[in-house]
Structure formats: structure tokens, C-alpha cells
């Protein structure tokens, strides 16, 4: 800032901020507020809404405190909503350590704490459901922070965020906080049109650098470098545009280096004396004797360490080896194990870390790794802390569970500085490890990616062992959004002077393709918003079909889809005005040229039938051929996929689409075949003897047999295809007798245009015509699609909810009936099965521990498909109900289907029984029993089924059941998630 204009921009802004509730704010805090932080506080002091998107750890929830401090200054409420209830917590606790807890409430539907609290913490839901419950809670509220709010594109729990930003008072003044996406303008402008007013401020930089490397065997490279080979900072300060993917890295090529699934390190060797230190940071020579720095790391500074030196040195499995210039990348097929790859973090400075591995499994495997190496990370002065830490906090749980939630091992680990954090662990543990972990006591987690999702555990390094995970779906490569919120987890805001992302080279690395990763910032919001039944009834609670509509076309989805209109109408237009040119150009003198077009259309679509049917009756051939084959059979192939001679190996006649018969080719390699990847059946030229199946696994085994194969074969010189035309070829083609394909000939010959010395000229117009036609055709389909598709579907819903008597009135006018108030709170993913099942009475004979195992089936989802069938609770009432409802979920399907909707999931008993137990008072590991079912997962299930349970209690006849069924899922650890 060296020009007058700027000086005095900036000296104009500060004048305007002294005395005023900003100045008071940012004394709080011992450093300098960002210019986009005080950008963002300005808009808000203003008056405005604000949208801040920004990376993970730049500090985004600082606008968020201020709106808090606005709020209370001005006598009005703030709600602090968060995706997550972990989120929640952790926001509330930081609230309450600055405001006092008088002054601040938790809400997250399981757990009520001074609702009534001028600060309410919440999550997303429960706000929605206030918001259509009309509460008393809203009076006087002034501002809604949402934090994450990129969670909107979220596909089951997204439409939530933007049903509250729809429906909030105007008078709330909205905070968005968000990750870094690439349509922050575009989210903002829609913000702006439902909200009022709203600043939106983008801010790309990282308050602390990010340097990227890559993990090849023992050896930390960096991934960019800039013309000179010296390593380059990825983003944050000191990034530079002019860097190049490090040359050594794309040298290697493809590395099979990986990370190890066994047991432990290398037994009984220590850390102590390794050589994997990267000690020094001066450029030149390597203290292990390699050439040159050329991107390989160095320790570079750090900010302060976490504790003073350790007295007994870390042990595990590290890396040994000693220098010289010869020494490479570690030798393929050995695998790096865990305690190593800490080890080699460890001597880089780069602890504490977080070591994403997309599996809960995998994540304690790497803790059991590293006990069984004997790593410790900390010193005895670190461990007599955190032993007095867990001794505090987990002795809440009851001794006869402590070995089935696995304490003693998690205690080990702790003490020695690691742990694993992931949804499968105990609410319990997991904060454990973010409170010993942000306190600079545990030095490594173990965590999958939800580690990711909002909760403030920033390392010094962050560790990934692939780059593709399963997304629920399939094993999917990481798109860069998900790189950067992973990543940008690295490096602690006034602690670190840097942060490092670490990769390691796997099977098949891609040093260009980790580059892209983590230089694009290409992650869009796309909104995930749809009608619901709960959403329609609420909606015309409030509102006429036509308001509800227009309610629905204020969502993001909507504005998404008329802003992607735009362009799809300038197109249709512009194909209309060239389709009428194209018509103007189409006059033939002879006669009408567009009948004649059609003929010959007519034509070709019936010459294209007769093929088709000519190809049918081959494949018929064809699977009756190879149906009759026998192993040992030398074939003669056409063309088509399969070509040239084969011996038959093996037939399945079992198998769809079938047979499939599996060759081997003269070249040695194994094929299937079946009836449709040849053009005509095979033709059996020969016999061989060939080995038993199972040998053909033996290289070998396939090499003399194809040796034997062209042996047999040898002074047979003609093409394959001529042995399969002798053995009766393709089927005899019909075009040249079938009377209708010769009667449209005659016609089109018969034509005046015919004969026209122009038609080939004409026949193009025509063919630019049609082609111009079919793609307005097809434009103007998808622009009807994407502005009607909400409305319709928000029709469809109601036409459903009319016909199973939730809704009553005609036309525009409808209106929710008794039912429907009963669906309007009613807030899960089976909303209207559950409300048919009260309608019909199926859960009314049900004492409590039944009532929470029916709940359980409704909420539970199996995390992988093709579970073994359920247990079910030896209860003959539930048994009976269940049934019923497994029948009222059929009923509702088939309805769905016949208005067009996605059918609604049929109950899931997978852990009901488990609840049963645990609702009879049974110990965890009883209820449990041989189900395997983790702690976190447990716990998570019985906070849903007590929130589904909460939303019973008003309803007649199964209310008391309901309030006492949560009594009886509520104890123990199930209730100890939240220490307040």
C-alpha cells in the first residue's frame, strides 16, 4: 500500500470503525483482524447480510462471534447453527468460555440447555422445525450465523439449510460462513435476493503457508518446485504462480510403495539413531550424503514446539538406512508401514499430524500397528497429563463395558500420543482425542474424512495414503474440494509459521495428477433441494398451493436451474431463427421436397428393422452354437470382438445373457465369449485335448496350450472368417423380398423430385433442417425440465398426500387434515411411512422397549449393502407390528410409484433387537452382543431413535409409551456425549 488513494482509503476505513462495536470487538484478540474479517464485521455492522467463503482455518467464525457480540449488544438473540452435532458441541463450549454459561444454549433435538439463552447453539434441523413450528423462541431474534453452509449441497440433509434460509423472518440478518467454492457470486446473488442485502467476501488465501509434498518409501519430496529445483509454497503467503511439478517425482513413474496393512513395524527397533532425520536446513549437500537439495524436504522452521525435549526418544518402526548418492526411492514391494511413516514425519519436525485413511477399519489397524511397534510420541511429563485427562473424563464409564469398548487399548495408545477418531468410536472418545489433540498431547490421528467437516483440530502436517475413497457408492477419485478441505487442515494458525500436506506414493501414483489436485479450486454448490411430504404440509399449513410454489421457486435449486435457462433459451431461439432460414431455402420446383425427405427416412428406418432382425436371429444361432460346444473344441471366429481361432477352456450356460464360453487364443491369453460379441455363429474346425480347469491359472499352463493350439492348426492357411461362411455364415438378408421396404422404393422413385437436378443440394438442406429440429426439440425439453421440475414434483406430493387423505380442499385450496398437522413434525427420511403406521394404530399394542426397536428399524440404514438378515427381539407383539408395517411400506411404495415418486425406503430391523436389549437395561456389551455394531455408531442410532421417539410423544395413544421408551434408551454412556 504505497499510493496517497490507498493510505487514504485505508486510514478513511479505520476512522470509521473507532468507537463503534467493532473497535470493542477486535480487542479481544492479540492480533490483527484479516482485511476480509473486517470487511465482513463492516457489512454486518452495517446492517447487511453477509456470505464469507474462505479456507478451512482462515478464521471464518471470528464474522460469526461478531454477529454474537452485535446481537447482545443490541438486546437481540443469535441462533449459531452448525450441520453437525459435534460441531454444536464444540461451538458451544468455545461460547460458553468466552460469554459465560448463563448466557448460551445448546439445542441439538436430544439435548436441551437454556433454550432461552440470548446465544443459542443448534443444529440446522431443529432451527427448521422451530421455523414451521412457529416458537416463541424466534421473538426477538436478530441474527442466524450458519456455519459450513456449503452443507446445503449435502443430498439428504441439504434441502434443510436452505428451507431456514427461505423462511426466516427478513428482519434476521443472515451469516453464511463457507468453505472456499468456486460459485461463491452466484450463491451470494441468490442470498441476496431472498435475504435483502448481502456482502459477499471471497477471500483465496491461506493465513499460514501450505507446502505439499509426496511420500516415496522413506524419502519426502516436495511436489513443486520452482525453474531452480528449490522446493516452492503450494498456497498461502509466499505462493508463487511460477512453479513446475518436481521433475525427480515425475521421473519415478509409477511406484508401488504403499502403505502396510500388518500387524506392526519392524520388531523391537526404535526410532533412536535412525537415518531418516531430515536434519539441517540449509540448501547444498544432504548430512546423508545425497547430491543437491532438488525438491527433496528439509526441516524448515516451525513455530514453538508443543512440549519441551522428550527424555526417552520416540520408538517404533522407523526407516534405517545410511547415506550415499546411490541410495533410491525404497524398493518396490516393500511396504511402508505406519509406524515408519510417523517415524519419517517425526525426524522432519511435521508432528503433530493427521493421517486421513478413508476407513474406520484401516484407522484402527494403524493404531494396533503402531502398539505393536512400541511407538511413543511422548514424553513422561506429556503422559502423566494425559493420564490424568482420560482418568477424569472416561470414568463416566461403567467398568463391566470398559473391554468391549476397547479403553484399555485406547488409554495405551493415548498415553503414547496416538489415537483414531472416526464415527465408529464412542461420542465419548472422539472428543477425548480432539481435547488431548488440540492441547499438543496426542501427536498423530488416525481419522477418516469427517475429521474434515467443520471440527477445529488444524495439525502441522496432514497425511493422505490414497487419493480415492468410497463415497457410498463406489471407490471414487477425491475431487479438489475435497483435497483442499482435507489439506486444509495443515498448519495452526499462531502456532506453525507453515503447514504441510503429505501424500504417499502408491500403485499407480501420478505425480500431475497430485499437482492438479492441489492447484485447481474448482468446487462448485449445487443445491441438493426437493420437496418432502413434511416440507408440503408445512408449507400449505401456512400458505395456498400457489405461495407454497412460489416458495419453492426462492430455493437455490431453483435459481440454479432459471440462471442455467438463460443460455438454454438464447440457444432455442437462436436454432428457431436458423430452422426458419433452413425452410426458406427447401422449395423444389418438381414437387414437395420434405414428402420425398420422409420416403427415404421411411426407408432407411425400415432397412434398419431388417438388420436388426438379421442380427437377432444370428445371436440366436450363435447362443445355440456355442450352447453345444464342448471343451476341447478348436474355433474359427468372424469378426466383430472376437477374431480368429480359439480352443474352448471352459462353458457357464448358467450365466444372463448367456452362454458365456470362456478361449484361449493362439497368442495364450484367456477370453469370454458370448452370443452377441460375434456378427455369426463360430465354426468348430477341429478338437484338442486341453489341461483341467485349474491349471489354466499357470502361465505356462496357458503358453503350451497355445503353443499345441497353432501346432493343430499349422497348413491351415485361410482367413476364419471363410470357415465360418462355409459353415453356414450370417443369415440370409430379407431387404431385397420384403414387399414393404420394395413398395416405399417404388414410391420414393415414382416421386416428382425424383428427377429434380438439384436434390442432392436440396437433401442437405433438409438433413441441416431436421438436425437443427431435433436439438431445439431437445433444448426446449430441458428447459421445460429445469423450470418446472420443483413445481411438478411439488405436485406429485400433494396429489399423494390428497389421495391417502393427508391434504382436503380442490384446485389451489388445499389444506392439511387432522394426519397431516400429525406429518408436519414429523422429521426423517420415512416421514409419511411413519405417519401411516399411526394412522393405521400398527404400534399401539407396543410397550417401550418394542417402541424403541421399531423406532430403531425406522431411522437405521446398513452402512454396506447385502447384510446378513436381521435378529429380531424375541417380543411376539413386535414381530406382529413389525410385519404390518413391512406391508403399510409396500402399500406406500406402490403408491409413490403411481404418481411418479422415489419410493420410500421399507423399514430396516437391522439393529432392533440390539435396542430391544439395550431398552430392557441390558449392559452395552449384551445388547450388543455378537453384532459387532461400534460404539459410535450405537450411540449415534439411540440419539436418533430418541429423537424420532420425542416426536411421538404428542401424538395420542402411543405418547406415554414413547416418553418412557426414551427413559429407557437414554442412560448410561448414551446420555454422557455432552459434558456441560
Given at each position: 500500500?504505497?499510493?496517497?488513494?490507498?493510505?487514504?482509503?485505508?486510514?478513511s476505513?479505520?476512522?470509521?470503525?473507532?468507537?463503534?462495536?467493532?473497535?470493542?470487538?477486535?480487542?479481544?484478540?492479540?492480533?490483527?483482524?484479516?482485511?476480509?474479517?473486517?470487511?465482513?464485521?463492516?457489512?454486518?455492522?452495517?446492517?447487511?447480510?453477509?456470505?464469507?467463503?474462505?479456507?478451512?482455518?482462515?478464521?471464518?467464525?471470528?464474522?460469526?462471534?461478531?454477529?454474537?457480540?452485535?446481537?447482545?449488544?443490541?438486546?437481540?438473540?443469535?441462533?449459531?447453527?452448525?450441520?453437525?452435532?459435534?460441531?454444536?458441541?464444540?461451538?458451544?463450549?468455545?461460547?460458553?468460555?468466552?460469554?459465560?454459561?448463563?448466557?448460551?444454549?445448546?439445542l441439538?433435538?436430544?439435548?436441551s440447555?437454556?433454550?432461552?439463552?440470548?446465544?443459542?447453539?443448534?443444529?440446522?434441523?431443529?432451527?427448521?422445525?422451530?421455523?414451521?413450528?412457529?416458537?416463541?423462541?424466534?421473538?426477538?431474534?436478530?441474527?442466524?450465523?450458519?456455519?459450513?453452509v456449503?452443507?446445503?449441497?449435502?443430498?439428504?440433509?441439504?434441502?434443510?439449510?436452505?428451507?431456514?434460509?427461505?423462511q426466516?423472518p427478513?428482519?434476521?440478518?443472515?451469516?453464511?460462513?463457507?468453505?472456499?467454492?468456486?460459485?461463491?457470486?452466484?450463491?451470494?446473488?441468490?442470498?441476496?435476493?431472498?435475504?435483502?442485502?448481502?456482502?459477499?467476501?471471497?477471500?483465496?488465501?491461506?493465513?499460514?503457508?501450505?507446502?505439499?509434498?509426496?511420500l516415496?518409501?522413506?524419502?519426502?519430496?516436495?511436489?513443486f518446485?520452482?525453474?531452480?529445483?528449490?522446493?516452492?509454497?503450494?498456497?498461502?503467503?509466499?505462493?508463487?504462480?511460477?512453479?513446475?511439478?518436481?521433475?525427480?517425482?515425475?521421473?519415478?513413474?509409477?511406484?508401488?510403495?504403499?502403505?502396510?496393512?500388518?500387524?506392526?513395524?519392524?520388531?523391537?527397533?526404535?526410532?533412536?539413531?535412525?537415518?531418516?532425520?531430515?536434519?539441517?536446513?540449509?540448501?547444498?549437500?544432504?548430512?546423508?550424503?545425497?547430491?543437491?537439495?532438488?525438491?527433496?524436504?528439509?526441516?524448515?522452521?516451525?513455530?514453538?514446539?508443543?512440549?519441551?525435549?522428550?527424555?526417552?526418544?520416540?520408538?517404533?518402526?522407523?526407516?534405517?538406512?545410511?547415506?550415499?548418492?546411490?541410495?533410491?526411492?525404497?524398493?518396490?514391494?516393500?511396504p511402508?508401514?505406519?509406524p515408519?511413516?510417523?517415524?519419517?514425519?517425526?525426524?522432519?519436525?511435521?508432528?503433530?499430524?493427521?493421517?486421513?485413511?478413508?476407513?474406520?477399519?484401516?484407522?484402527?489397524?494403524?493404531?494396533?500397528?503402531?502398539?505393536?511397534?512400541?511407538?511413543?510420541?511422548?514424553?513422561?511429563?506429556?503422559?502423566?497429563?494425559?493420564?490424568?485427562?482420560?482418568d477424569?473424563?472416561?470414568?463416566?464409564?461403567?467398568?463391566?463395558?470398559?473391554?468391549?469398548?476397547?479403553?484399555?487399548?485406547?488409554?495405551?495408545?493415548?498415553?503414547?500420543?496416538?489415537?483414531?477418531?472416526?464415527?465408529?468410536?464412542?461420542?465419548l472418545?472422539?472428543?477425548?482425542?480432539?481435547?488431548?489433540?488440540?492441547?499438543?498431547?496426542?501427536?498423530?490421528?488416525?481419522?477418516?474424512?469427517?475429521?474434515?467437516?467443520?471440527?477445529?483440530?488444524?495439525?502441522?502436517?496432514?497425511?493422505?495414503?490414497?487419493?480415492?475413497?468410497y463415497?457410498?457408492?463406489?471407490?471414487?477419485?477425491?475431487?479438489?474440494?475435497?483435497?483442499?478441505?482435507?489439506?486444509?487442515?495443515?498448519?495452526?494458525?499462531?502456532?506453525d509459521v507453515?503447514?504441510?500436506?503429505?501424500?504417499i506414493?502408491?500403485?499407480?501414483?501420478?505425480?500431475?495428477?497430485?499437482?492438479?489436485?492441489?492447484?485447481?479450486?474448482?468446487?462448485?454448490?449445487?443445491?441438493?433441494?426437493?420437496?418432502?411430504?413434511?416440507m408440503?404440509?408445512?408449507?400449505?399449513?401456512?400458505?395456498?398451493?400457489?405461495?407454497?410454489?412460489?416458495?419453492?421457486?426462492?430455493?437455490?435449486?431453483?435459481?440454479?436451474?432459471?440462471?442455467?435457462?438463460?443460455?438454454?433459451?438464447?440457444?432455442?431461439?437462436?436454432?428457431?431463427?436458423?430452422?426458419?432460414?433452413?425452410r426458406?431455402?427447401?422449395?423444389?420446383?418438381?414437387?414437395?421436397?420434405?414428402?420425398?425427405?420422409?420416403?427415404?427416412?421411411?426407408?432407411?428406418?425400415?432397412?434398419?428393422?431388417?438388420?436388426?432382425?438379421?442380427?437377432?436371429?444370428?445371436?440366436?444361432?450363435?447362443?445355440?452354437?456355442?450352447?453345444?460346444?464342448?471343451r476341447?473344441?478348436?474355433?474359427?471366429?468372424?469378426?466383430?470382438?472376437?477374431?480368429?481361432?480359439?480352443?474352448?477352456?471352459?462353458?457357464?450356460?448358467?450365466?444372463?445373457g448367456?452362454?458365456?464360453?470362456?478361449?484361449?487364443?493362439?497368442?495364450?491369453?484367456?477370453?469370454?465369449?458370448?452370443?452377441?460379441?460375434?456378427?455369426a455363429?463360430?465354426?468348430?474346425?477341429?478338437?484338442?485335448?486341453?489341461?483341467?480347469?485349474?491349471?489354466l491359472?499357470?502361465p505356462?499352463?496357458?503358453k503350451?496350450?497355445?503353443?499345441?493350439?497353432?501346432?493343430?492348426?499349422?497348413?491351415?492357411?485361410?482367413?476364419?472368417?471363410?470357415?465360418?461362411?462355409?459353415?453356414?455364415?450370417?443369415?440370409?438378408?430379407t431387404?431385397?423380398?420384403?414387399?414393404?421396404?420394395?413398395?416405399?422404393?417404388?414410391?420414393?422413385?415414382?416421386?416428382?423430385?425424383?428427377?429434380c437436378?438439384?436434390?442432392?443440394?436440396?437433401?442437405?438442406?433438409?438433413?441441416?433442417?431436421?438436425?437443427?429440429?431435433?436439438?431445439?426439440?431437445?433444448?426446449?425439453?430441458?428447459?421445460?425440465?429445469?423450470?418446472?421440475?420443483?413445481?411438478?414434483?411439488?405436485?406429485?406430493?400433494?396429489?399423494?398426500?390428497?389421495?391417502?387423505?393427508?391434504?382436503?380442499?380442490?384446485?389451489?385450496?388445499?389444506?392439511?387434515?387432522?394426519?397431516?398437522?400429525?406429518?408436519?413434525?414429523?422429521?426423517?427420511?420415512?416421514?409419511?411411512?411413519?405417519?401411516?403406521?399411526?394412522?393405521?394404530?400398527?404400534?399401539?399394542?407396543?410397550?417401550?422397549?418394542?417402541?424403541?426397536?421399531?423406532?430403531?428399524?425406522?431411522?437405521?440404514?446398513?452402512?454396506?449393502?447385502?447384510?446378513?438378515?436381521?435378529?429380531?427381539?424375541?417380543?411376539?407383539?413386535?414381530?406382529?407390528?413389525l410385519?404390518?408395517?413391512?406391508?403399510?411400506?409396500?402399500?406406500?411404495?406402490?403408491a409413490?410409484?403411481?404418481?411418479?415418486l422415489?419410493?420410500?425406503?421399507?423399514?430396516?430391523?437391522?439393529?432392533?433387537?440390539?435396542?430391544?436389549?439395550?431398552?430392557?437395561?441390558?449392559?452395552?456389551?449384551?445388547?450388543v452382543?455378537?453384532?459387532?455394531?461400534?460404539?459410535?455408531?450405537?450411540?449415534r442410532?439411540?440419539?436418533?431413535?430418541?429423537?424420532?421417539?420425542?416426536?411421538?410423544?404428542?401424538?395420542?395413544?402411543?405418547?406415554?409409551t414413547?416418553?418412557?421408551?426414551?427413559?429407557?434408551?437414554?442412560?448410561?454412556?448414551v446420555?454422557?456425549?455432552?459434558?456441560?
Open positions: 500500500m504505497t499510493s496517497p488513494s490507498e493510505r487514504y482509503a485505508a486510514w476505513a479505520e476512522r470509521r470503525i473507532q468507537g463503534t462495536e467493532l473497535d470493542r470487538f477486535r480487542d479481544r484478540f492479540a492480533f490483527d483482524l484479516d482485511p476480509f474479517q473486517v470487511t465482513a464485521c463492516t457489512a454486518l455492522q452495517d446492517g447487511r447480510s453477509v456470505l464469507v467463503a474462505a479456507p478451512t482455518g482462515a478464521g471464518k467464525t471470528v464474522v460469526g462471534e461478531f454477529a454474537v457480540q452485535l446481537a447482545l449488544a443490541g438486546g437481540r438473540k443469535v441462533f449459531y447453527t452448525a450441520p453437525i452435532k459435534a460441531l454444536s458441541n464444540q461451538k458451544h463450549g468455545e461460547l460458553v468460555e468466552w460469554l459465560g454459561a448463563e448466557k448460551v444454549g445448546l441439538t433435538g436430544d439435548v440447555v437454556r433454550p432461552e439463552a440470548p446465544v443459542v447453539v443448534m443444529t440446522t434441523e431443529v432451527l427448521r422445525n422451530m421455523l414451521y413450528a412457529g416458537s416463541s423462541a424466534l421473538d426477538g431474534l436478530g441474527f442466524v450465523v450458519m456455519d459450513e456449503h452443507y446445503l449441497a449435502d443430498r439428504l440433509r441439504g434441502p434443510v439449510w436452505e428451507e431456514v434460509i427461505i426466516l427478513p428482519t434476521v440478518q443472515l451469516v453464511s460462513l463457507s468453505a472456499t467454492v468456486s460459485n461463491a457470486e452466484e450463491f451470494g446473488a441468490w442470498l441476496d435476493e431472498v435475504r435483502g442485502s448481502t456482502a459477499v467476501i471471497v477471500s483465496e488465501a491461506r493465513p499460514v503457508p501450505l507446502w505439499q509434498h509426496v516415496v518409501g522413506d524419502e519426502l519430496m516436495d511436489l518446485v520452482d525453474d531452480a529445483g528449490r522446493a516452492v509454497v503450494s498456497q498461502g503467503p509466499g505462493a508463487r504462480g511460477e512453479r513446475r511439478v518436481n521433475p525427480d517425482l515425475e521421473r519415478l513413474g509409477s511406484i508401488t510403495a504403499r502403505i502396510g496393512d500388518g500387524p506392526g513395524g519392524r520388531g523391537g527397533r526404535g526410532h533412536d539413531g535412525h537415518g531418516g532425520a531430515r536434519q539441517g536446513g540449509g540448501r547444498g549437500r544432504d548430512p546423508r550424503g545425497r547430491r543437491g537439495t532438488q525438491g527433496r524436504h528439509r526441516r524448515r522452521g516451525r513455530g514453538p514446539r508443543d512440549d519441551g525435549p522428550r527424555q526417552d526418544g520416540p520408538r517404533g518402526g522407523a526407516p534405517r538406512h545410511g547415506g550415499g548418492e546411490e541410495r533410491s526411492a525404497r524398493a518396490p514391494g516393500r511402508l508401514r505406519r515408519e511413516v510417523l517415524a519419517v514425519l517425526e525426524e522432519a519436525a511435521l508432528l503433530p499430524a493427521i493421517c486421513f485413511i478413508f476407513s474406520r477399519a484401516g484407522c484402527d489397524g494403524a493404531v494396533r500397528q503402531c502398539t505393536m511397534a512400541h511407538v511413543r510420541l511422548t514424553s513422561p511429563a506429556e503422559r502423566s497429563r494425559i493420564r490424568a485427562v482420560l477424569e473424563r472416561l470414568a463416566r464409564i461403567p467398568f463391566e463395558d470398559e473391554d468391549v469398548l476397547a479403553i484399555p487399548a485406547f488409554r495405551r495408545a493415548a498415553e503414547n500420543g496416538y489415537a483414531a477418531h472416526h464415527a465408529g468410536m464412542l461420542p472418545l472422539k472428543s477425548v482425542v480432539e481435547e488431548l489433540f488440540a492441547a499438543g498431547l496426542i501427536k498423530a490421528v488416525f481419522a477418516t474424512e469427517t475429521l474434515a467437516l467443520g471440527i477445529n483440530m488444524p495439525a502441522r502436517s496432514v497425511v493422505l495414503e490414497k487419493l480415492s475413497k463415497n457410498g457408492v463406489e471407490h471414487a477419485d477425491l475431487t479438489p474440494g475435497e483435497f483442499t478441505q482435507l489439506t486444509g487442515r495443515a498448519g495452526r494458525r499462531g502456532i507453515e503447514g504441510h500436506a503429505v501424500v506414493a502408491g500403485p499407480g501414483f501420478d505425480a500431475d495428477a497430485v499437482a492438479s489436485l492441489a492447484s485447481r479450486r474448482t468446487y462448485p454448490l449445487r443445491s441438493a433441494f426437493r420437496p418432502t411430504y413434511n408440503a404440509v408445512n408449507l400449505l399449513d401456512r400458505y395456498d398451493v400457489h405461495a407454497a410454489r412460489e416458495s419453492l421457486e426462492m430455493s437455490f435449486a431453483q435459481f440454479q436451474a432459471d440462471r442455467s435457462v438463460v443460455g438454454l433459451a438464447r440457444r432455442a431461439r437462436e436454432l428457431e431463427e436458423t430452422e426458419a432460414a433452413y426458406d431455402a427447401l422449395d423444389c420446383e418438381r414437387g414437395d421436397i420434405r414428402e420425398y425427405a420422409a420416403l427415404g427416412e421411411q426407408i432407411s428406418e425400415r432397412e434398419k428393422t431388417l438388420s436388426r432382425e438379421r442380427a437377432a436371429a444370428d445371436r440366436d444361432r450363435a447362443r445355440s452354437t456355442l450352447a453345444g460346444l464342448r476341447g473344441d478348436v474355433l474359427a471366429l468372424p469378426g466383430g470382438k472376437r477374431q480368429g481361432f480359439a480352443v474352448v477352456v471352459g462353458i457357464d450356460k448358467a450365466v444372463l448367456g452362454p458365456e464360453v470362456l478361449l484361449l487364443g493362439t497368442e495364450g491369453r484367456l477370453r469370454t465369449l458370448r452370443p452377441g460379441d460375434v456378427p455363429p463360430p465354426a468348430v474346425v477341429d478338437t484338442m485335448r486341453v489341461p483341467a480347469p485349474d491349471r491359472s499357470k505356462r499352463t496357458r503350451d496350450t497355445a503353443a499345441a493350439l497353432r501346432q493343430r492348426l499349422a497348413g491351415r492357411h485361410e482367413d476364419p472368417r471363410e470357415s465360418v461362411r462355409r459353415a453356414g455364415g450370417r443369415t440370409p438378408s431387404a431385397a423380398t420384403d414387399e414393404r421396404l420394395q413398395q416405399l422404393r417404388e414410391t420414393l422413385r415414382a416421386h416428382p423430385c425424383h428427377a437436378p438439384d436434390l442432392d443440394a436440396h437433401l442437405r438442406w433438409i438433413s441441416r433442417a431436421r438436425s437443427v429440429e431435433k436439438e431445439r426439440a431437445s433444448v426446449l425439453r430441458r428447459v421445460e425440465g429445469r423450470t418446472s421440475s420443483l413445481a411438478r414434483r411439488f405436485d406429485q406430493v400433494c396429489a399423494l398426500l390428497l389421495e391417502l387423505g393427508y391434504l382436503e380442499g380442490h384446485g389451489e385450496d388445499l389444506r392439511p387434515t387432522a394426519g397431516g398437522l400429525r406429518l408436519r413434525r414429523l422429521f426423517s427420511e420415512r416421514d409419511l411411512l411413519i405417519a401411516e403406521c399411526l394412522e393405521q394404530g400398527l404400534w399401539t399394542d407396543l410397550d417401550p422397549a418394542a417402541l424403541a426397536a421399531m423406532a430403531s428399524a425406522m431411522c437405521y440404514e446398513a452402512r454396506r449393502e447385502g447384510a446378513d438378515s436381521a435378529e429380531l427381539p424375541a417380543d411376539e407383539p413386535f414381530v406382529r407390528a410385519e404390518q408395517t413391512l406391508r403399510a411400506a409396500e402399500r406406500l411404495a406402490a409413490e410409484r403411481r404418481h411418479g422415489d419410493a420410500t425406503a421399507a423399514p430396516d430391523p437391522g439393529i432392533a433387537a440390539v435396542m430391544h436389549r439395550w431398552a430392557l437395561g441390558s449392559h452395552y456389551a449384551v445388547a452382543g455378537s453384532t459387532a455394531l461400534p460404539a459410535g455408531d450405537f450411540v442410532q439411540c440419539r436418533q431413535v430418541i429423537d424420532l421417539l420425542d416426536q411421538l410423544v404428542p401424538v395420542p395413544g402411543i405418547g406415554p414413547a416418553r418412557a421408551a426414551i427413559d429407557r434408551v437414554r442412560r448410561g454412556f446420555s454422557q456425549e455432552v459434558d456441560l
